[in-house]
């Protein structure tokens, strides 16, 4: 019988009202759903469907060192970045010393791990991805007739920069916007963020299209359906663009300013059908499947999961998942597209 999980669903502002309800083929309920979470992180732990009934995932399996996640974004997600291994240990002892409850609203470390994110684009995917150069920063600025931005990129650079577009309470509301920043500016339009977003890369992801975010990383989704792939983390360092905590201490403690166009992640080909994501800083391992006819897997790691996003794959059907013990087997069918993911203890 195969093991499928119940995933812990959040519904956050951004979320999309019928896109993640649509693909679960369950009725929409007017809330935003933002995330399904596939793991055992305590601030979403997902439970297992037996024949008596339903059980915690971590009593089954222990604690996974990786998160799975469908997330649906609907209106854009705070202007944030994650820490290294370093970072969240540090600040996870820090914020424990000084007596902070872990679920406490203004707790910043909630675990003691980095949070690397690996983004499969299962719709048009669009976001905000680290930042330009400086030199086509300076020239928005210019183009944009922000004066003052455009002044402090020439004299104080980037961080300094954003330091200063972020602490101020208020700026002018920034007119002649590209057409992906209206949202934000509708939402936020007094926000230094705005000035930020300006700063940074527009990704545009097609689907099936990923993309790999190193912790550092600044970044804001603004809309689209994906699936997600990270360690089980859930540390977040907000700038803006949200109602909930911003420490722009910690944001600046551990954000990447050097000017990098992110790139896409191209999978190897393990055949026709099978794509291996195998990036060597990422602690997990991802393999999609688009299933054509029947195949059966037999797991090799000591838990897998699988996620159906698309068609029926036999034992699952689309927005189910499953485990898999290592040596155990599951057969899928076509048409579908499946995901298999697992952790790699040697990072």
């Known amino acids: 019988m195969t093991a499928i999980l119940n995933p812990a669903i959040k519904h956050y502002e951004w979320g999309d009202l019928a896109a993640l309800p649509d693909l679960l083929g369950v009725p929409r309920d007017q809330k ?44 854009p997600l705070s202007l944030q970045t ?18 902070l409850a872990r679920t406490a609203v203004n707790r910043v470390y909630k675990d003691e ?11 048009e995917f669009q976001m905000l991805c680290g930042f ?8 928005r600025a210019e183009n944009n007739g922000l004066k003052d931005l455009a002044e402090h990129l020439n004299l104080d650079g980037l961080e300094k920069t954003v330091r200063w ?42 689907p099936g299209d990923a993309i790999f975010l190193e912790p550092g990383n600044v970044h804001s989704y603004l809309n ?34 050097e000017s990098v166009m992110p790139k896409l992640v191209s999978p190897t080909a393990k055949s026709a059908n099978v794509a291996h994501y195998d990036i060597a800083s990422a602690p997990f391992s991802v393999q999609r499947y688009s299933v ?41 069918t076509g048409p579908s597209l499946v995901f298999r993911v697992w952790g790699d203890p040697t990072n």
């Not at 330009?132 to 020239?139: D, G, R």
């Not at 689309?318 to 899928?332: D, F, K, S």
């Open 32 to 75: 935003p759903w933002a995330e399904l979470w596939f793991g055992t992180h305590p601030d979403g732990p997902a439970t297992l469907r037996t024949a008596n009934g339903e059980t915690q995932l971590k009593s089954v399996v222990g604690d996974l060192s990786f998160l799975l996640k469908l997330i649906a974004v609907a209106k």
């Open 82 to 99: 994650h820490p290294t291994t370093v970072q969240a240990r540090e600040g996870f002892a820090r914020e424990n010393m000084v007596g």
């Open 113 to 123: 791990a980095a949070k690397p994110e690996l983004l499969f684009a299962l719709s």
């Open 132 to 139: 330009a150069p400086l030199t086509e920063s300076i020239a």
């Open 165 to 206: 577009a972020l602490s101020e309470i208020s700026h002018p509301t920034v007119q002649n916007l590209p057409n992906h920043l209206h949202a934000l500016a509708s939402l936020y339009p007094s926000s230094g963020g705005i000035l930020v977003a300006l700063l940074m890369n527009h990704v545009v992801l097609k």
């Open 224 to 257: 689209g359906l994906a699936v997600e792939v990270m360690t089980s983390s859930d540390n977040v360092m907000r700038a803006a663009f949200t109602s909930k905590h911003i420490d722009l201490d910690e944001f600046f403690a551990t954000a990447n300013f």
């Open 292 to 332: 054509t006819s029947a195949i059966s897997l037999k797991a090799e790691h000591e838990v897998e999961i699988y996620l159906c996003v698309q068609g029926q794959a036999g034992s699952l059907r689309q927005g189910q998942a499953c485990i898999l013990r290592r040596g155990e087997t599951l057969q899928l």
